[in-house]
């Protein structure tokens, strides 16, 4: 049905509305199927052109919050027509950041999955993708680590390290297990010495944090938010300022801290809509990220919320 549905609009110029129509469907869901059509790959659009569409507001928010790359995708009230917009983004924006980048800390984000369908004639078989936490193996089609880092490697003819182990272990004891392990420790030691990060900013909020939606019991969640938790990066949880927050949950996580994140020199966030945008402001409060890929709502949301940076102490 996909493909029918994308060949009436894309070669036939039929609206949503008319598709819905005549497949008998709703507008919503022949919007849902073009936004996958084009994320799996049945559709491609190629635009001969590199004409930035948002300049001003993108180096207004660069300046503003002390980033050194900030690229905004369209605003889309369709939860997969953003996360299609901002791989699309996040694709031009890690394209540039490879050709000076060796290993490539890929961390565990729908977002971050979006990037691989938009990558295009880039080669960099040098290039070494690896986990920045554990595997998360759900039970719906949600990307893991594994596949995300993979298919990044297969986009631009890299190599790809795995990090076998849960990003959520049983207990503190597990997880300390899993830390010990020859495999596990190789490649967190990779992903610590990664001189890009490509991360996903996950929100608080039901439906906008891969971790916090893993059926987590509530008493979990409730830790988090009695501690202040906005969001949260690499699977750490951070404050309003970008504070790290501990909890018994936190001590299960497989995976690089927020402070061996900061360790890594550029630090590129993915993240887009309302839902995420307290989280994204914590992390550039606390320095987690130089780089952000979001969409121009939460740009312009970011400019009245965030304190402008200091040129003097962002030289420091």
Request: a negative charge; proline letters at 5%.
């Amino acid at each position: 049905m996909i493909g029918r549905i994308a060949r009436l609009h894309y070669e036939h110029g039929l609206t949503h509305q008319q598709i819905a129509d005549l497949v008998g469907i709703s507008r919503v869901k022949v919007t849902r199927l073009l936004a996958q059509a084009r994320r799996t790959g049945i559709v491609e659009i190629r635009v001969h052109s590199d004409e930035p569409l948002f300049t001003e507001l993108e180096l207004q928010l660069a300046t503003h919050a002390g980033l050194d790359h900030v690229l905004l995708a369209p605003t889309a009230e369709d939860g997969g027509e953003q996360l299609d917009a901002l791989g699309a983004v996040g694709g031009r924006l890690l394209t540039r950041l490879l050709e000076s980048s060796d290993t490539i800390a890929v961390g565990l984000s729908a977002s971050v999955a979006a990037i691989a369908g938009h990558i295009r004639g880039v080669e960099r078989p040098d290039a070494r993708f690896v986990p920045a936490t554990g595997t998360w193996l759900p039970e719906d089609s949600t990307p893991h680590h594994d596949d995300v880092a993979q298919a990044l490697a297969r986009a631009v003819g890299g190599r790809c390290s795995s990090l076998p182990a849960p990003v959520l272990a049983a207990s503190e004891e597990a997880a300390q297990h899993y830390r010990r392990e020859p495999a596990v420790r190789d490649a967190l030691r990779r992903a610590r010495g990664s001189d890009l990060a490509v991360v996903g900013v996950g929100g608080v909020a039901a439906g906008s944090s891969l971790l916090l939606d893993a059926n987590l019991p509530d008493t979990a969640v409730d830790e988090l938010l009695a501690a202040g938790a906005v969001g949260g990066i690499v699977a750490s949880f951070h404050d309003a300022q970008g504070r790290s927050i501990a909890t018994p949950l936190s001590r299960r996580i497989v995976g690089l801290t927020v402070e061996e994140l900061r360790v890594i020199p550029r630090r590129l966030g993915i993240a887009g809509g309302p839902s995420k945008r307290a989280a994204v402001a914590g992390a550039i409060r606390g320095g987690h990220l130089t780089g952000l890929v979001t969409d121009v709502d939460t740009a312009r949301w970011l400019l009245e919320e965030l304190d402008p940076v200091d040129p003097a102490d962002d030289a420091e």
